[in-house]
């Protein structure tokens, strides 16, 4: 396949485009661009080299000389949205800038659904995930700890987010798939859930919702959620 490398390659070290001849006609923002609007329209499964190259009027074929696999298209989408954080100059207070930060990150994540799917440490060394992990790091410029500490709580926190904020934009679709209303299916399995629970059979459960019987704020416990791994770190 044209452009495609016979050994491993980092996209970031490769060059805009490979090969001889005239001025490129697309900048990797171009392709980066026009794979995250499909992405966010149609999902992550409808990007490919065909649909991106008829989004940009060119060729698939052709695509291959500025992106060789199909990975590496992935990393410029990445890294395109992840331009989008705002990274104002650390607060003093580590612990508010990092949940300020993960709040970014959760909204990201719902307004390009797909995002989740892809986070990897594969995909850690794009310019801006460069640019967000030293953001990161120099909020805790203050804190007692050695690198390697930094960068589990940086890890760990980011593991939250996302698999917090998947969680929900799986519920939210599965939610938008079925013949009924959201408020139709909760309160469905909330009254098998109570039926359950009157047999006797789970008094735990009985006496857990009869002292907090909903329902649930999402947003407080996402935040609760951070605060704890914040909590495990409690070096300040």
């Given at each position: 396949m044209?452009?495609?490398?016979?050994?491993?390659?980092?996209?970031?070290?490769?060059?805009?485009?490979?090969?001889?001849?005239?001025?490129?006609?697309?900048?990797?923002?171009?392709?980066?661009a026009?794979?995250?609007?499909?992405?966010?329209?149609?999902?992550?499964?409808?990007?490919?080299?065909?649909?991106?190259?008829?989004?940009?009027?060119?060729?698939?074929?052709?695509?291959?000389?500025?992106?060789?696999?199909?990975?590496?298209?992935?990393?410029?989408?990445?890294?395109?949205?992840?331009?989008?954080?705002?990274l104002?100059?650390?607060?003093?207070?580590?612990?508010?800038?990092?949940?300020a930060?993960?709040?970014?990150?959760?909204?990201?994540?719902?307004?390009?659904?797909?995002?989740?799917?892809?986070?990897?440490p594969?995909?850690?060394?794009?310019?801006?995930?460069?640019?967000?992990?030293?953001?990161?790091?120099?909020?805790?410029?203050?804190?007692?700890?050695?690198?390697?500490?930094?960068?589990?709580?940086?890890?760990?926190?980011?593991?939250?987010?996302?698999?917090?904020?998947?969680?929900?934009?799986?519920?939210?679709?599965?939610?938008?798939?079925?013949?009924?209303?959201?408020?139709?299916?909760?309160?469905?399995?909330?009254?098998?859930?109570?039926?359950?629970?009157?047999?006797?059979?789970?008094?735990?459960?009985?006496?857990?919702?009869a002292?907090?019987?909903?329902?649930?704020?999402?947003?407080?416990?996402?935040?609760?959620?951070?605060?704890?791994?914040?909590?495990s770190?409690?070096?300040?």
């Amino acid at each position: 396949m044209v452009g495609r490398p016979a050994v491993p390659e980092v996209i970031w070290a490769r060059p805009e485009r490979a090969g001889r001849g005239p001025k490129p006609a697309f900048s990797r923002a171009d392709i980066a661009a026009a794979a995250v609007r499909i992405a966010d329209v149609e999902g992550l499964d409808a990007v490919s080299m065909r649909k991106v190259a008829a989004e940009l009027g060119c060729g698939t074929m052709s695509l291959y000389n500025y992106v060789p696999r199909k990975e590496d298209l992935y990393e410029l989408m990445l890294d395109a949205v992840s331009a989008g954080y705002d990274l104002p100059d650390p607060s003093g207070d580590w612990r508010a800038d990092l949940l300020a930060l993960a709040h970014q990150a959760r909204g990201m994540m719902h307004r390009h659904t797909w995002v989740p799917r892809l986070m990897s440490p594969v995909y850690g060394f794009s310019p801006n995930a460069l640019r967000y992990l030293e953001y990161a790091l120099s909020c805790l410029d203050g804190v007692d700890a050695r690198f390697g500490e930094k960068m589990e709580l940086i890890a760990m926190l980011n593991g939250v987010v996302t698999t917090y904020t998947a969680n929900e934009i799986a519920t939210a679709e599965r939610s938008r798939s079925l013949p009924w209303s959201e408020e139709q299916e909760q309160a469905a399995r909330t009254g098998y859930l109570i039926s359950q629970i009157m047999t006797g059979k789970y008094p735990r459960m009985a006496a857990g919702f009869a002292e907090d019987p909903g329902p649930i704020d999402l947003d407080a416990v996402f935040d609760r959620a951070l605060a704890r791994v914040l909590d495990s770190f409690g070096r300040a």
